[in-house]
């Protein structure tokens, strides 16, 4: 069950760069998409989320862009900094489904000084 | 800042046991979660509780698998007869409406079952 995908396994940014991560997804009856993050031996922390009557979404560093005819969607991180060295996953619900997400596989970002 | 917590952090436990995690939700939460996380895999949504009952729950949510709110405060899950397979980190996450709002991840607990 690949509803949603992170195509890429990691993704290494020098600090003060952009770093963009991106996500996939196949259902259509996705409607609400989000952004978690994660450090090791902790639970998802949420970032940022998205509707579908949106095609972008601000907070901080943190923007999201959502593609619904390419059924894509992806985090930009402007400035990047050390701090957001962890797995950031993409999850997403359909209506009617007592909000349950479905999340992506995650993608380790690494920023470098 | 208010925030979900879940006991015990890591749990050992025999093959054919019986195990229960707990969580304890934001207190002014409605809709109450249970995920997990094996090994180097994606996070699995397993049930979703709300109102005193299950509101969803996936293939993974065998009748080896119950929850329970007993009290206003603690969200549990029971395992009834641990697997091998079963060891994995098992998130609870609660959110105060249902739709478009996001739901917030306890900490965790390891479950490895031996």
């Known amino acids: 069950d690949q509803q949603v995908k992170q195509n890429s396994p990691s993704l290494s940014v020098q600090e003060g760069r952009i770093s963009i991560l991106n996500c996939d997804y196949t259902?259509?009856?996705?409607?609400?998409f989000l952004w978690y993050k994660k450090y090791p031996a902790e639970g998802p922390t949420f970032l940022i989320s998205?509707?579908?009557?949106?095609d972008k979404n601000e907070d901080g560093r943190f923007t999201v862009f959502l593609n619904k005819s390419a059924k894509h969607l992806s985090l930009h991180i402007v400035p990047s900094q050390p701090g957001d060295s962890a797995v950031y996953f993409c999850?997403?619900?359909?209506?009617?489904?007592?909000?349950?997400?479905?999340f992506g596989t995650g993608t380790r970002l690494q920023v470098t000084l | 800042e208010p925030e979900v917590t879940q006991t015990p952090s890591h749990q050992v436990t025999q093959m054919g046991q019986e195990v229960i995690l707990r969580c304890v939700p934001i207190?002014?939460?409605?809709?109450f979660y249970w995920y997990r996380q094996i090994l180097g895999q994606k996070v699995e949504f397993l049930v979703s509780?709300?109102?005193?009952?299950?509101?969803?729950k996936s293939e993974i949510f065998d009748d080896q698998f119950s929850v329970e709110r007993p009290d206003g405060s603690n969200f549990t899950l029971k395992i009834r007869s641990t697997k091998l397979e079963d060891s994995a980190m098992y998130f609870c996450?609660?959110?105060?409406?249902?739709?478009?709002?996001?739901?917030?991840f306890g900490p965790g607990t390891r479950l490895t079952v031996l």
């Open positions: 509780f709300y109102n005193n009952e299950i509101s969803e």
């Open positions: 998205i509707s579908s009557i949106k």
């Open positions: 999850a997403a619900s359909a209506p009617g489904t007592a909000s349950k997400l479905t």
């Open positions: 996450a609660s959110t105060r409406y249902r739709g478009y709002n996001e739901q917030f």
């Open positions: 259902n259509s009856m996705f409607d609400y």
């Open positions: 207190s002014n939460h409605l809709y």
